[in-house]
């Protein structure tokens, strides 16, 4: 037990992946809440469970919600609009929801279209912290640590829920900002989800060639980190890049644009056109340390 | 003074960047050469003396070769010829000479073209090994510690040469084998060359949209790895890239066509069809490890 005293006598958790498991274990070594709870249709919960990341792994949504402070909902996005009718039943009158969403526009439309009243009380988040791995084995409690964390309100979203919720952030190490939501989805497309579709499909082109297996023997720090989140888990980046997918393909075009102007050059011979864009990429790049 | 017996007198690195600077520094610490000459066009070479990676900072060919048993040239694959020119007048008779560039076959046409009778006694390499930094201020004589090294050589190339070579790089940690150059300019474009293009090209889309800046401020460790490397030296990405340019387009034909595949099914909404192609990437991935 910890000497402060806690934010919060219940938060549940529902969805124990890498990044519910990883808040979980994270708030619980805080002691800012005094009971962790958490939810998950699969055997995640007891596996964070029997790991030390959970206080109690619950059989139901409703089991978890019940007496929550807040409600943390840390699922894929294309779970979320079930979870939010779930939610909305048994949510405390007083209790705060949010959520850790790649996407926000999506997730915000599911949350006005089901949560009814209870919208008012939701305010909309995502974790900007991560790893190729997945799984409560995979969780950190130092995940969030230094780490930026966005949340995405909506005009009639209270500012006092998103305090509440920046607090309760802020003893896992979290730095809280906000962003609007529509910008939030196009920024991550740019500067995550396009990025993770370029590394998935240089990786499906490697792996479809006839030198797949020279490759990875000859693979050297530049391929493995090209390609590290290419590693990611399949289904729940299939549906981040459909719940987002007209940012992702404005971020797509001019992807391409650049990719066949390497090759256009490439092809040409043209040494000074092909120095121009690794040029502007170069300096771009540089300044991301 | 290390404890054994130098493999030889004396080595001349033409080159002093990362990679000859790294050489020099490892050779040096591993006192498998009794002295370490280099020789740079530019201000390298003295820089990398400064630092002490170098004995000497040579201010001709000339000076450098004379009198060395191995001559390793260190510098850009574009470089390449005229130094080989340069080295065939003063090279000893038995003196051996060998490369690091990240292309071989145009390096050994070169190499053949320029070198005469010397040519029996040039070994292509290439080590497996990097950064995204450059220059002797980045050597670091850890650098090829359990990292492959390979060795080209062609038909005519003597194999007590290549045996040299091979002693003389596992002085400083490196794993040396061989590999047939063609073999190795298609390996290398797709397990490589491609890849930095990739990332130079995902760079540059990112810089060059609207989102430039807002992608740098929230940017997460997958678009640090994915594009890392599109940080390098664009000069001497451009001259690899159009040096191995029938490979990489190669490479660049499979990699459009996966990053295709992506969007004709984000665009269709096929979740099938992406999720296909993400776990094709994600098997393939996942044994890089």
Chains 1, 2 share one sequence.
């Not at 705060?96 to 949350?111: E, F, N, Q």
């Not at 040494?271 to 502007?280: E, G, K, P």
Request: proline letters at 4%; a neutral charge; charged letters at 20%.
């Amino acid at each position: 037990m910890q000497a402060v005293s806690p934010l919060a006598q219940r938060i549940a958790i529902l969805g124990v992946g890498l990044i519910g498991g990883s808040l979980a274990a994270a708030l619980r070594r805080a002691g800012a809440v005094a009971q962790v709870v958490g939810y998950s249709p699969n055997d995640d919960a007891r596996v964070a469970r029997a790991l030390g990341h959970l206080d109690v792994a619950c059989d139901s949504v409703a089991e978890a919600v019940a007496g929550a402070a807040f409600v943390v909902v840390a699922a894929p996005v294309t779970a979320m609009p079930e979870l939010f009718a779930q939610v909305r039943d048994v949510l405390g009158a007083q209790a705060i929801l949010t959520d850790c969403g790649s996407t926000k526009r999506s997730v915000i439309d599911a949350a006005r279209r089901v949560l009814g009243d209870a919208f008012l009380r939701f305010v909309p988040g995502h974790p900007i912290a991560g790893s190729e791995r997945s799984g409560p084995q995979a969780a950190d409690p130092g995940l969030f640590r230094g780490r930026r964390w966005l949340l995405c309100p909506v005009d009639s979203t209270p500012q006092q829920h998103c305090e509440a919720v920046k607090r309760l952030l802020g003893t896992v190490g979290a730095q809280v900002s906000t962003l609007d939501p529509a910008l939030h989805d196009k920024v991550f497309a740019e500067a995550s989800h396009w990025p993770h579709a370029v590394a998935f499909g240089l990786s499906a082109a490697i792996a479809g060639g006839e030198l797949a297996g020279q490759a990875l023997e000859f693979s050297g720090a530049g391929l493995r980190d090209t390609t590290r989140v290419g590693a990611s888990a399949p289904a729940m980046w299939a549906d981040i890049l459909l719940d987002n997918r007209d940012a992702c393909l404005a971020s797509a075009a001019r992807f391409r644009a650049s990719n066949e102007a390497i090759v256009a050059a490439l092809e040409a011979r043209d040494r000074d056109a092909l120095l121009a864009i690794l040029s502007t990429a170069s300096r771009w790049r540089n300044q991301l340390g």
